[in-house]
């Protein structure tokens, strides 16, 4: 497993000298009927079945976010809600509709600290290299 990355220039100047970071590049996407059909592959469930779990996931989870609930899948991660609003100097100048800018879902993966020197390590970027994506031409 790899992850492809490319240099990117920071916006923000370290003694006045450009800095640059490695940001992740994307590799494609992979969609909910490919899911399912990679599911079916074990034969314990089909691939419609497979597309079924997954929308009444997707459902049941929008119910709960919606609700104010933190939904953590055991293994995967935790799904809450964030809201995107304007700071106000007072609280009695706040105004949920003018102030409010809108509402995010937040995704934080499952991760464990390793023993000895308490490095964060998450479920899904165990064990994965990065390299350096190819140039494309234009």
């Not at 940001?23 to 909910?32: I, L, Q, Y």
């Not at 609700?67 to 949920?96: C, M, W, Y």
């Amino acid at each position: 497993m790899a992850v492809l990355y490319r240099l990117a220039k920071s916006s923000i100047k370290k003694n006045g000298k450009e800095m640059y970071f490695a940001k992740a590049v994307s590799n494609g996407e992979c969609h909910t009927d490919a899911i399912a059909k990679e599911m079916s592959r074990s034969g314990s469930i089909t691939e419609g079945e497979a597309i079924g779990y997954i929308r009444d996931l997707m459902i049941l989870m929008k119910e709960k976010l919606g609700s104010g609930q933190t939904v953590v899948l055991d293994g995967f991660g935790r799904f809450k809600l964030a809201i995107e609003s304007e700071q106000v100097e007072h609280p009695n100048d706040f105004n949920a509709d003018k102030h409010i800018k809108g509402v995010r879902c937040k995704f934080i993966a499952e991760g464990r600290r390793e023993i000895g020197n308490q490095k964060l390590v998450k479920s899904f970027s165990e064990g994965v290299k990065c390299v350096e994506a190819p140039l494309y031409e234009k």
